[in-house]
């Protein structure tokens, strides 16, 4: 087993972190239904109560790390808004949850209250007729 050591980084942990609180950003922006001032609000509250990175990151970095990498813009009224690679985010994200979640489950192992014959009948196992 080898192992490989590189200099320590301190930038590559915080860039780690600020992806962490974009996929928390983005489960609240989930629960707003895309209101994105209201779901920065929730993660002001949450960053305030639970103090994140104790001091290291401020939240006003981390709004600006999510205009930097292109996930918020501000309209002209000076409101932050998602961006399109904001939303495909949001949306992978999203599928991600929803599948993740999803288990393999037993073939016909489940109960109903109609049962059937077990298979459908296809072309290549009907009997031969004249003409195939």
Same mark, same amino acid.
């Given at each position: 087993?080898?192992?490989r050591f590189e200099k320590f ?32 609000d929730w993660m002001q509250r ?5 103090? &994140? ?5 401020? &939240? ?38 929803? +599948? ?18 077990? +298979? ?7 009997? +031969?007729?004249?003409?195939?």
């Amino acid at each position: 087993m080898d192992y490989r050591f590189e200099k320590f980084d301190p930038q590559t942990i915080k860039d780690e972190r600020l992806e962490q609180l974009r996929q928390l950003f983005n489960q609240l922006l989930m629960r707003t239904g895309g209101d994105v001032e209201e779901a920065l609000d929730w993660m002001q509250r949450l960053w305030e109560y639970h103090n &994140f990175f104790d001091g290291a990151v401020s &939240f006003g970095e981390f709004k600006e790390y999510l205009e930097e990498k292109g996930y918020l813009e501000q309209d002209e009224d000076g409101y932050l808004e998602i961006t399109q690679k904001g939303d495909f985010s949001l949306r992978a994200d999203a599928l991600l949850e929803i +599948f993740s979640s999803l288990k393999k489950d037993a073939l016909g192992d489940h109960r109903t209250d109609h049962s059937g014959i077990g +298979f459908d009948v296809l072309p290549e196992t009907r009997p +031969f007729e004249f003409g195939d």
